[in-house]
């Protein structure tokens, strides 16, 4: 998966010079794999693919934690602590759904993912 994260940057970054269009565009890819699961729940191999957006989802997030951890990020020290915060409570939910799914967990992820890249498109910096 890390893999594959790294191959549709990699893309991005050919496509989407500016970093915080290319941060929108992975969250809301990250959103689009957790709706689907979620708008598909019943179908076969419905496990398979929520692992997939799971995983897809926490390793944007590490990404993300990673970067805003970083002492030279320029992005104002309440907005970091504010997104480091989120993105706790995101990897406490994809365990929770790793544990016990459910097409209503999904939601608070898939919505907190699409407001910041609806955020990130409309702000100075990005993440």
Not at 108 to 114: A, D
Request: proline share 4%; glycine share 4%.
């Amino acid at each position: 998966m890390y893999a594959q994260l790294q191959a549709y940057g990699n893309v991005k970054k050919l496509t989407v010079p500016d970093g915080r269009e290319l941060e929108s565009s992975i969250l809301t890819k990250a959103a689009y794999l957790l709706t689907y699961c979620k708008n598909n729940w019943d179908d076969q191999g419905r496990d398979a693919k929520l692992d997939e957006a799971l995983k897809f989802n926490q390793n944007v997030w590490s990404i993300f934690q990673s970067e805003l951890s970083k002492a030279d990020n320029p992005i104002p020290k309440k907005i970091r602590e504010d997104i480091l915060n989120l993105s706790i409570f995101i990897d406490k939910r994809i365990i929770d759904l790793m544990v016990a799914p459910s097409p209503e967990k999904l939601n608070i992820i898939i919505n907190i993912n699409l407001s910041l890249a609806a955020g990130l498109r409309g702000s100075a910096n990005g993440i």
